[in-house]
């Protein structure tokens, strides 16, 4: 496994960390036993950085992760993040009030079994809320008691990665990076790099496509709680599988569609780590051993290409 920093934090993360939102039934049911299997197959490998949120499986992850890392609490970076409205009546909405967070990052130690959460971070939180000085003035305070050790955001834009960086006290950004959507690669990292913020990639796989293993019809099983069920709905998924046979040179012996879509990832030197969802030991394995592969320089150019001139288009 490599280790990167993780910006101002000064972690050294694993470049290949753990989403742990599959764990909480989002891309369909899952089994704790098998949730367990896949966190204690991800520490055996070295995987170091574990991120969550109290919005999956509205509470759910978090609590799976304070019993799996019993014991184990020393070896992992844990991530977690808070502002997203998961139950009662807000459901669904965001709320980066100063009470608010407060509580729910209180519940999100609870959960997790822990006196102090690595990195606390807000989650999608609107430019207003980023440029407002209470919400931070909070985490300075719970950082000074130990209750977290570092603060971030997850973010959902270039202009909302760009104001959490910008207004310089965020010490990570996470956001989606990944072979269909390049855009922070452009317009994200070199200031992300200048101004030593970590960049915690999610999303490398795009929720599966990026494996190479779906089908049309498959559209059709995404139902219900499935992010997929919104994410891949009507035409957007045909034309997202068209994408994903562009990149099918990407794989070869030895080295899976999967693995060279999360090596993309780690290319550029501003990303620390990227966290894939792996649902089963299996996946956390294949997804772990890609800290290994390079991508050519030749590759990386025609993936540049690809993305100027056929992947970028809506
Ligand atoms: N707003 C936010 O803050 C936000 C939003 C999204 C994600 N995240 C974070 O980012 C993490 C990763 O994103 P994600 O889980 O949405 O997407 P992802 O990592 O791109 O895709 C994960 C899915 O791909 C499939 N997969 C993973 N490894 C595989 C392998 N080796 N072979 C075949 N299939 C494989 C699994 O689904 P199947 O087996 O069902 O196909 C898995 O659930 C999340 O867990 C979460 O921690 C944060």
Redesign the pocket.
Known sequence: MEYRTLGKTGYRVSVIG??????AG???PMKDEESLAAIDTALELGINFI???D??GAGYSETLLGKALKGNRDKVILAT?GG?VMVGPDKGKRNFAVDYIDRVLHESLQRLQTDAIDLY?L??PTVDAMRKGEIWELLDKRKKEGKIRHYGV???SVEEALAAIEGGKAETV?L?Y?LLDQLAGEKVFSAAEKASVGI?V??????????G??KPEDQQRFQGED??ARNFAGDAFKKQLEKVEKLRFLAKPGR?L??AAIAFCFAHPAVSTV??????P??????AAAANMRLSGEELERIAELWRTELSAK
């Open positions: 753990l989403g742990t939102m599959v764990h989002h891309f369909g991120d969550t949120s919005a999956y993040k997203n971070q989650h999608n997850s973010i959902n996470q989606e990944n915690v999610r999303v490398p796989l795009r929720r599966s496509l990026l494996t293993k779906l992010v997929r899976s999967a693995q966290i894939p969802g792996g649902r089963n299996h996946q956390v394995r294949e997804n």
